[in-house]
Protein backbone atom coordinates (compact mmCIF):
# COMPACT_ATOMS: atom_id res chain seq x y z
CA UNK A 1 0.00 0.00 0.00
CA UNK A 2 2.54 2.39 0.83
CA UNK A 3 4.20 1.82 -2.43
CA UNK A 4 0.99 3.40 -4.13
CA UNK A 5 1.62 7.21 -2.34
CA UNK A 6 4.19 9.46 -3.82
CA UNK A 7 3.46 12.43 -1.16
CA UNK A 8 6.52 14.65 -3.28
CA UNK A 9 3.37 14.98 -5.43
CA UNK A 10 1.30 16.45 -3.39
CA UNK A 11 -0.66 19.80 -4.19
CA UNK A 12 0.02 23.47 -2.71
CA UNK A 13 -1.48 23.27 0.62
CA UNK A 14 -3.90 25.93 0.11
CA UNK A 15 -5.52 23.75 -2.96
CA UNK A 16 -7.13 20.80 -0.22
CA UNK A 17 -6.77 23.38 2.52
CA UNK A 18 -9.53 26.20 1.40
CA UNK A 19 -12.62 23.33 1.01
CA UNK A 20 -11.22 22.04 4.00
CA UNK A 21 -11.86 25.14 6.54
CA UNK A 22 -14.92 26.07 4.29
CA UNK A 23 -16.93 22.98 5.10
CA UNK A 24 -17.49 23.49 8.77
CA UNK A 25 -19.09 26.58 8.19
CA UNK A 26 -22.30 25.51 5.98
CA UNK A 27 -22.48 23.17 9.10
CA UNK A 28 -22.79 25.68 11.22
CA UNK A 29 -25.08 27.72 8.99
CA UNK A 30 -27.37 24.03 9.34
CA UNK A 31 -27.69 24.48 12.44
CA UNK A 32 -28.50 28.09 12.80
CA UNK A 33 -31.57 27.23 10.07
CA UNK A 34 -32.77 24.89 12.27
CA UNK A 35 -32.82 27.71 14.77
CA UNK A 36 -34.42 30.02 11.90
CA UNK A 37 -36.97 27.49 11.03
CA UNK A 38 -37.72 25.92 14.44
CA UNK A 39 -40.14 22.82 14.69
CA UNK A 40 -42.06 22.68 11.47
CA UNK A 41 -38.97 22.30 9.44
CA UNK A 42 -38.83 18.67 10.74
CA UNK A 43 -42.45 17.88 10.53
CA UNK A 44 -41.41 16.31 6.58
CA UNK A 45 -38.21 15.30 4.88
CA UNK A 46 -40.27 17.37 2.18
CA UNK A 47 -40.48 20.52 3.98
CA UNK A 48 -38.50 23.88 2.53
CA UNK A 49 -36.57 24.01 5.10
CA UNK A 50 -35.41 20.58 5.84
CA UNK A 51 -34.62 20.36 1.72
CA UNK A 52 -32.58 23.61 2.33
CA UNK A 53 -30.88 21.89 4.97
CA UNK A 54 -30.21 18.54 3.89
CA UNK A 55 -28.16 20.08 0.88
CA UNK A 56 -26.60 22.59 3.29
CA UNK A 57 -25.00 19.29 4.80
CA UNK A 58 -24.63 17.26 1.19
CA UNK A 59 -22.98 20.05 -1.05
CA UNK A 60 -22.12 22.22 1.26
CA UNK A 61 -20.15 20.22 4.03
CA UNK A 62 -19.87 16.96 1.96
CA UNK A 63 -19.10 17.88 -1.38
CA UNK A 64 -16.53 20.51 0.03
CA UNK A 65 -14.30 17.77 2.18
CA UNK A 66 -14.77 14.98 -0.70
CA UNK A 67 -13.67 17.07 -3.43
CA UNK A 68 -10.94 18.74 -1.26
CA UNK A 69 -9.74 15.21 -0.33
CA UNK A 70 -9.84 14.39 -4.45
CA UNK A 71 -7.90 17.37 -5.34
CA UNK A 72 -5.14 15.67 -2.57
CA UNK A 73 -4.89 12.06 -3.33
CA UNK A 74 -5.21 12.38 -7.18
CA UNK A 75 -1.57 12.88 -7.37
CA UNK A 76 -0.62 11.18 -4.54
CA UNK A 77 -2.30 8.53 -4.60
CA UNK A 78 -3.18 7.61 -8.64
CA UNK A 79 -0.18 9.86 -9.69
CA UNK A 80 -2.82 12.30 -11.48
CA UNK A 81 -1.47 15.58 -11.38
CA UNK A 82 -3.96 18.75 -12.48
CA UNK A 83 -3.21 20.77 -14.24
CA UNK A 84 -3.19 24.20 -12.45
CA UNK A 85 -4.25 22.96 -9.25
CA UNK A 86 -4.54 26.12 -7.46
CA UNK A 87 -6.57 27.59 -10.21
CA UNK A 88 -9.06 25.33 -10.43
CA UNK A 89 -8.87 24.97 -6.71
CA UNK A 90 -10.11 28.67 -6.77
CA UNK A 91 -12.74 28.26 -9.28
CA UNK A 92 -14.50 25.49 -7.82
CA UNK A 93 -14.51 26.30 -4.04
CA UNK A 94 -16.30 29.96 -5.03
CA UNK A 95 -18.71 28.56 -7.27
CA UNK A 96 -19.36 25.62 -4.96
CA UNK A 97 -19.94 27.90 -1.92
CA UNK A 98 -22.04 30.06 -3.77
CA UNK A 99 -24.00 27.64 -5.47
CA UNK A 100 -24.55 26.25 -1.96
CA UNK A 101 -26.47 29.29 -0.81
CA UNK A 102 -27.57 29.70 -3.75
CA UNK A 103 -29.41 26.53 -3.68
CA UNK A 104 -30.66 26.47 -0.25
CA UNK A 105 -32.32 29.80 -0.49
CA UNK A 106 -33.93 28.60 -3.75
CA UNK A 107 -35.31 25.71 -1.60
CA UNK A 108 -36.41 28.36 1.13
CA UNK A 109 -38.61 30.94 -1.31
CA UNK A 110 -38.81 28.42 -3.99
CA UNK A 111 -37.75 31.93 -6.64
CA UNK A 112 -37.12 30.45 -10.02
CA UNK A 113 -34.32 32.26 -10.51
CA UNK A 114 -32.43 31.54 -7.54
CA UNK A 115 -32.58 27.52 -8.34
CA UNK A 116 -31.21 28.54 -11.92
CA UNK A 117 -28.42 30.17 -10.76
CA UNK A 118 -27.97 27.57 -8.02
CA UNK A 119 -27.42 25.32 -11.31
CA UNK A 120 -25.50 27.62 -12.64
CA UNK A 121 -23.09 27.86 -10.06
CA UNK A 122 -22.93 24.42 -9.13
CA UNK A 123 -22.86 22.73 -12.78
CA UNK A 124 -19.55 24.96 -13.36
CA UNK A 125 -17.78 24.06 -10.05
CA UNK A 126 -18.33 20.53 -10.30
CA UNK A 127 -18.09 20.00 -14.24
CA UNK A 128 -14.78 21.76 -13.99
CA UNK A 129 -13.08 19.66 -11.28
CA UNK A 130 -15.19 16.49 -13.10
CA UNK A 131 -13.08 17.47 -16.17
CA UNK A 132 -9.61 18.45 -14.31
CA UNK A 133 -9.83 15.42 -12.64
CA UNK A 134 -10.78 12.90 -15.42
CA UNK A 135 -8.25 14.68 -17.67
CA UNK A 136 -5.34 13.82 -14.60
CA UNK A 137 -6.31 10.31 -14.59
CA UNK A 138 -6.60 9.50 -18.45
CA UNK A 139 -3.84 7.14 -19.04
CA UNK A 140 -3.41 5.96 -15.12
CA UNK A 141 -3.56 2.37 -14.91
CA UNK A 142 -6.35 1.04 -12.89
CA UNK A 143 -4.59 -1.77 -11.37
CA UNK A 144 -5.04 -0.73 -7.50
CA UNK A 145 -8.64 -0.43 -6.06
CA UNK A 146 -7.79 3.12 -5.00
CA UNK A 147 -7.43 4.34 -8.96
CA UNK A 148 -10.14 2.17 -10.31
CA UNK A 149 -12.48 3.52 -7.06
CA UNK A 150 -11.59 7.26 -7.90
CA UNK A 151 -12.43 6.46 -11.33
CA UNK A 152 -15.84 5.37 -11.13
CA UNK A 153 -16.80 7.65 -7.83
CA UNK A 154 -16.17 10.60 -10.60
CA UNK A 155 -18.81 8.56 -12.67
CA UNK A 156 -21.13 8.59 -9.59
CA UNK A 157 -20.55 12.53 -8.77
CA UNK A 158 -21.22 12.81 -12.81
CA UNK A 159 -24.98 11.42 -12.58
CA UNK A 160 -25.43 12.79 -9.20
CA UNK A 161 -24.58 16.20 -10.84
CA UNK A 162 -26.83 15.31 -13.93
CA UNK A 163 -29.68 14.71 -12.15
CA UNK A 164 -29.47 17.68 -9.91
CA UNK A 165 -29.35 19.66 -12.58
CA UNK A 166 -32.49 18.54 -14.25
CA UNK A 167 -34.28 18.88 -11.06
CA UNK A 168 -33.17 22.33 -10.48
CA UNK A 169 -34.25 23.18 -14.41
CA UNK A 170 -37.89 21.86 -13.42
CA UNK A 171 -38.21 23.98 -10.28
CA UNK A 172 -37.34 26.40 -12.00
CA UNK A 173 -40.30 26.06 -14.25
CA UNK A 174 -39.03 24.76 -17.44
CA UNK A 175 -39.74 21.47 -17.67
CA UNK A 176 -42.41 18.54 -16.51
CA UNK A 177 -40.84 15.81 -15.10
CA UNK A 178 -41.16 13.06 -12.20
CA UNK A 179 -39.67 14.28 -9.82
CA UNK A 180 -40.14 11.61 -7.29
CA UNK A 181 -38.55 9.17 -8.95
CA UNK A 182 -35.61 11.82 -10.05
CA UNK A 183 -35.26 12.63 -6.33
CA UNK A 184 -34.69 9.08 -5.34
CA UNK A 185 -32.38 8.39 -8.33
CA UNK A 186 -30.27 11.71 -7.65
CA UNK A 187 -30.16 10.89 -3.72
CA UNK A 188 -29.06 7.04 -4.34
CA UNK A 189 -26.49 7.43 -6.83
CA UNK A 190 -25.32 10.34 -4.66
CA UNK A 191 -24.88 8.40 -1.72
CA UNK A 192 -23.80 5.33 -3.48
CA UNK A 193 -22.65 6.28 -6.47
CA UNK A 194 -20.48 8.52 -5.64
CA UNK A 195 -20.51 9.15 -1.81
CA UNK A 196 -19.48 5.46 -0.88
CA UNK A 197 -17.48 4.66 -3.88
CA UNK A 198 -15.36 7.49 -2.96
CA UNK A 199 -15.22 6.82 1.10
CA UNK A 200 -14.24 3.13 0.13
CA UNK A 201 -11.28 4.17 -2.47
CA UNK A 202 -10.01 6.46 0.21
CA UNK A 203 -10.45 4.15 2.88
CA UNK A 204 -8.33 1.34 1.19
CA UNK A 205 -5.53 3.65 2.05
CA UNK A 206 -6.31 5.57 4.79
CA UNK A 207 -8.03 3.53 6.87
CA UNK A 208 -4.29 0.82 7.18
CA UNK A 209 -2.40 3.48 7.34
CA UNK A 210 -3.35 5.87 9.91
CA UNK A 211 -5.23 3.16 12.10
CA UNK A 212 -2.09 0.57 11.27
CA UNK A 213 -4.86 -1.87 10.05
CA UNK A 214 -4.29 -5.23 8.03
CA UNK A 215 -5.81 -3.95 4.39
CA UNK A 216 -9.60 -4.70 3.14
CA UNK A 217 -10.28 -7.93 1.63
CA UNK A 218 -8.43 -8.33 -2.14
CA UNK A 219 -11.90 -9.17 -3.31
CA UNK A 220 -14.03 -6.94 -1.94
CA UNK A 221 -11.64 -3.78 -2.94
CA UNK A 222 -12.21 -5.34 -6.35
CA UNK A 223 -15.63 -5.48 -6.81
CA UNK A 224 -17.39 -3.04 -4.39
CA UNK A 225 -17.47 0.06 -6.91
CA UNK A 226 -17.92 -1.35 -10.11
CA UNK A 227 -20.50 -3.52 -8.39
CA UNK A 228 -22.16 -0.49 -6.64
CA UNK A 229 -22.10 1.61 -10.21
CA UNK A 230 -23.73 -1.27 -11.72
CA UNK A 231 -26.62 -1.49 -9.37
CA UNK A 232 -27.38 2.37 -9.64
CA UNK A 233 -27.62 1.75 -13.49
CA UNK A 234 -29.82 -0.89 -13.30
CA UNK A 235 -31.86 0.32 -10.53
CA UNK A 236 -31.78 4.00 -12.00
CA UNK A 237 -33.37 2.23 -15.69
CA UNK A 238 -35.86 0.27 -13.48
CA UNK A 239 -36.87 3.18 -11.24
CA UNK A 240 -37.31 5.48 -15.10
CA UNK A 241 -39.33 2.75 -16.56
CA UNK A 242 -41.59 2.55 -13.80
CA UNK A 243 -40.88 -1.04 -13.14
CA UNK A 244 -41.73 -1.36 -9.42
CA UNK A 245 -41.20 -4.48 -8.16
CA UNK A 246 -37.38 -4.41 -9.86
CA UNK A 247 -36.72 -1.09 -8.76
CA UNK A 248 -37.53 -1.85 -4.87
CA UNK A 249 -35.82 -4.84 -5.42
CA UNK A 250 -32.66 -3.03 -6.88
CA UNK A 251 -32.95 -0.63 -4.07
CA UNK A 252 -33.03 -2.93 -1.44
CA UNK A 253 -29.48 -4.48 -3.01
CA UNK A 254 -28.02 -0.91 -2.82
CA UNK A 255 -29.05 -0.80 0.54
CA UNK A 256 -27.24 -3.92 1.26
CA UNK A 257 -24.27 -3.03 -0.94
CA UNK A 258 -23.86 -0.18 1.04
CA UNK A 259 -24.26 -2.03 4.31
CA UNK A 260 -21.67 -4.29 3.40
CA UNK A 261 -19.27 -1.40 3.15
CA UNK A 262 -19.72 -0.35 6.47
CA UNK A 263 -19.36 -4.01 7.89
CA UNK A 264 -16.24 -4.67 6.47
CA UNK A 265 -14.62 -1.32 7.28
CA UNK A 266 -15.75 -2.39 10.55
CA UNK A 267 -14.46 -5.25 10.49
CA UNK A 268 -11.08 -4.22 9.29
CA UNK A 269 -11.17 -1.26 11.82
CA UNK A 270 -11.32 -3.87 14.60
CA UNK A 271 -7.84 -5.74 13.83
CA UNK A 272 -5.88 -2.02 14.27
CA UNK A 273 -2.57 -2.92 15.94
CA UNK A 274 -3.09 0.45 17.82
CA UNK A 275 -3.68 -0.19 21.84
CA UNK A 276 -5.81 2.89 22.28
CA UNK A 277 -8.75 4.22 20.08
CA UNK A 278 -7.62 7.92 18.82
CA UNK A 279 -10.30 10.37 17.74
CA UNK A 280 -10.21 8.97 13.99
CA UNK A 281 -10.92 5.88 14.71
CA UNK A 282 -14.03 6.60 16.54
CA UNK A 283 -15.11 8.76 14.10
CA UNK A 284 -15.23 5.85 11.47
CA UNK A 285 -16.44 3.37 14.19
CA UNK A 286 -19.48 5.72 14.97
CA UNK A 287 -19.71 6.17 10.63
CA UNK A 288 -20.02 2.51 10.41
CA UNK A 289 -22.44 2.13 13.01
CA UNK A 290 -24.69 4.54 12.19
CA UNK A 291 -24.52 3.70 8.62
CA UNK A 292 -25.40 0.16 9.66
CA UNK A 293 -28.67 1.32 11.74
CA UNK A 294 -29.73 3.39 8.78
CA UNK A 295 -29.69 0.62 6.02
CA UNK A 296 -31.33 -1.64 8.77
CA UNK A 297 -33.92 1.01 9.09
CA UNK A 298 -34.31 1.72 5.20
CA UNK A 299 -34.82 -2.37 5.02
CA UNK A 300 -37.62 -2.58 8.06
CA UNK A 301 -39.59 -0.04 6.64
CA UNK A 302 -38.88 -1.04 3.16
CA UNK A 303 -40.81 -4.85 4.59
CA UNK A 304 -42.69 -3.47 7.29
CA UNK A 305 -45.76 -1.82 6.12
CA UNK A 306 -46.82 0.10 9.88
CA UNK A 307 -42.92 1.06 9.66
CA UNK A 308 -43.30 2.23 6.25
CA UNK A 309 -45.95 4.81 6.70
CA UNK A 310 -44.61 6.56 10.10
CA UNK A 311 -43.76 10.14 8.51
CA UNK A 312 -40.57 10.47 10.88
CA UNK A 313 -38.54 7.11 9.47
CA UNK A 314 -37.07 9.35 6.30
CA UNK A 315 -35.58 11.76 8.36
CA UNK A 316 -34.14 9.52 11.25
CA UNK A 317 -32.49 7.51 8.35
CA UNK A 318 -31.32 10.45 6.68
CA UNK A 319 -29.55 11.78 10.42
CA UNK A 320 -28.02 8.19 10.77
CA UNK A 321 -26.81 7.99 7.07
CA UNK A 322 -25.75 11.67 6.42
CA UNK A 323 -24.68 12.97 9.66
CA UNK A 324 -23.65 9.85 11.49
CA UNK A 325 -22.11 8.22 8.54
CA UNK A 326 -20.58 10.22 5.85
CA UNK A 327 -20.08 13.56 8.45
CA UNK A 328 -18.58 11.53 11.08
CA UNK A 329 -16.09 9.55 8.51
CA UNK A 330 -15.33 12.85 7.22
CA UNK A 331 -14.60 14.60 10.24
CA UNK A 332 -12.40 11.71 11.16
CA UNK A 333 -10.63 11.85 7.91
CA UNK A 334 -10.07 15.26 8.22
CA UNK A 335 -8.58 15.05 11.59
CA UNK A 336 -6.21 12.95 10.09
CA UNK A 337 -5.59 14.60 6.46
CA UNK A 338 -4.97 18.06 7.68
CA UNK A 339 -2.52 17.43 10.39
CA UNK A 340 -0.68 15.12 7.84
CA UNK A 341 -0.50 17.71 5.13
CA UNK A 342 0.51 20.16 7.59
CA UNK A 343 3.58 18.14 8.73
CA UNK A 344 4.70 16.88 4.86
CA UNK A 345 4.19 20.19 3.66
CA UNK A 346 6.28 22.11 6.56
CA UNK A 347 9.07 18.92 6.06
CA UNK A 348 9.38 19.83 2.85
CA UNK A 349 10.08 23.39 3.30
CA UNK A 350 12.07 23.00 5.90
CA UNK A 351 14.86 20.55 3.67
CA UNK A 352 15.63 18.84 6.38
CA UNK A 353 17.17 22.29 8.29
CA UNK A 354 13.97 23.01 10.40
CA UNK A 355 12.54 20.17 11.94
CA UNK A 356 8.66 20.20 11.02
CA UNK A 357 6.25 19.60 14.27
CA UNK A 358 4.91 15.87 14.40
CA UNK A 359 1.07 15.33 13.55
CA UNK A 360 0.28 15.42 17.49
CA UNK A 361 1.99 18.77 17.67
CA UNK A 362 -0.30 20.23 15.05
CA UNK A 363 -3.36 18.88 16.17
CA UNK A 364 -3.81 18.16 19.93
CA UNK A 365 -5.77 14.87 20.79
CA UNK A 366 -7.69 16.51 23.69
CA UNK A 367 -8.85 18.74 21.07
CA UNK A 368 -10.14 16.54 18.81
CA UNK A 369 -11.92 14.44 22.10
CA UNK A 370 -13.61 17.54 23.39
CA UNK A 371 -15.29 18.12 19.33
CA UNK A 372 -16.00 14.34 19.33
CA UNK A 373 -18.04 15.00 22.01
CA UNK A 374 -19.90 17.78 20.80
CA UNK A 375 -20.58 15.52 17.67
CA UNK A 376 -21.86 12.79 19.41
CA UNK A 377 -24.49 15.15 21.13
CA UNK A 378 -25.30 16.50 18.10
CA UNK A 379 -26.15 13.37 16.56
CA UNK A 380 -28.12 12.22 19.51
CA UNK A 381 -30.02 15.00 19.72
CA UNK A 382 -30.85 15.62 16.09
CA UNK A 383 -32.33 12.03 16.04
CA UNK A 384 -34.49 13.13 19.14
CA UNK A 385 -35.49 16.32 18.07
CA UNK A 386 -37.09 14.03 14.92
CA UNK A 387 -39.36 12.76 17.24
CA UNK A 388 -40.00 15.51 19.79
CA UNK A 389 -39.17 18.61 17.30
CA UNK A 390 -41.61 20.59 19.46
CA UNK A 391 -39.11 20.04 22.55
CA UNK A 392 -35.44 19.17 20.95
CA UNK A 393 -34.99 20.82 17.85
CA UNK A 394 -33.95 24.44 19.19
CA UNK A 395 -31.11 22.12 22.03
CA UNK A 396 -29.74 20.16 18.30
CA UNK A 397 -29.56 22.90 16.75
CA UNK A 398 -26.95 24.88 19.20
CA UNK A 399 -25.38 21.26 19.55
CA UNK A 400 -25.15 21.16 15.68
CA UNK A 401 -23.41 24.43 15.57
CA UNK A 402 -21.17 24.03 18.75
CA UNK A 403 -19.93 20.64 17.17
CA UNK A 404 -18.95 22.55 13.70
CA UNK A 405 -17.60 25.56 15.61
CA UNK A 406 -15.16 23.50 17.31
CA UNK A 407 -14.23 21.60 14.18
CA UNK A 408 -13.75 24.92 12.89
CA UNK A 409 -11.43 26.37 16.07
CA UNK A 410 -9.51 22.76 15.58
CA UNK A 411 -8.85 23.13 11.63
CA UNK A 412 -8.01 26.85 12.31
CA UNK A 413 -5.54 26.39 15.30
CA UNK A 414 -3.85 23.53 13.03
CA UNK A 415 -3.43 26.47 10.42
CA UNK A 416 -2.05 28.64 13.07
CA UNK A 417 0.94 25.96 14.16
CA UNK A 418 1.23 26.16 10.00
CA UNK A 419 1.98 29.91 9.71
CA UNK A 420 4.10 30.34 13.18
CA UNK A 421 6.43 27.59 11.75
CA UNK A 422 6.56 29.03 8.13
CA UNK A 423 7.52 32.15 9.88
CA UNK A 424 10.79 29.98 11.42
CA UNK A 425 11.36 28.54 8.36
CA UNK A 426 11.15 32.05 6.68
CA UNK A 427 14.16 33.21 9.16
CA UNK A 428 16.14 30.28 9.23
CA UNK A 429 18.98 29.77 6.10
CA UNK A 430 16.52 27.47 4.20
CA UNK A 431 15.34 28.76 1.00
CA UNK A 432 11.54 27.26 1.16
CA UNK A 433 9.63 26.67 -2.10
CA UNK A 434 7.16 29.43 -2.77
CA UNK A 435 3.20 27.92 -1.53
Request: charged share 10%.
Amino acid sequence: MQALLSFEQSPPISAPLRFFLTAPLFGILAGALMLWSGPELLASRWTPGALALTHLITVGFMLQVMLGAMQQLLPVVAGANMAQPLRVAAVVHATLALGTLALAAAFLSYRPWLFGAAALLLGTGTLVFIASAGRALIGVASEHATVAGLKLALLGLGATLALGLVMAVALAGSLNLPLLSLTAIHLGWGLLGWGGVLVAAVAYVVVPMFQLTPPYPHWFMRHFAPLAIGIMALWTGAELAEWSPASSLLAAVATVAGASLAGITLAVARRSKRARLDPTQLCWRLATLCALLASALWLAAWSITPLEQWPAWPLLWGVLVLFGGFVSVMVGMLYKIVPFLVWLHLRNLGRGKVSAPNMKQVLAESDMRQQLWLHLLALLMLLLAVIWPSWLVYPAAVALIAAHAWLLRNLLRAMGVYRRHLAVIAASPVKAARH
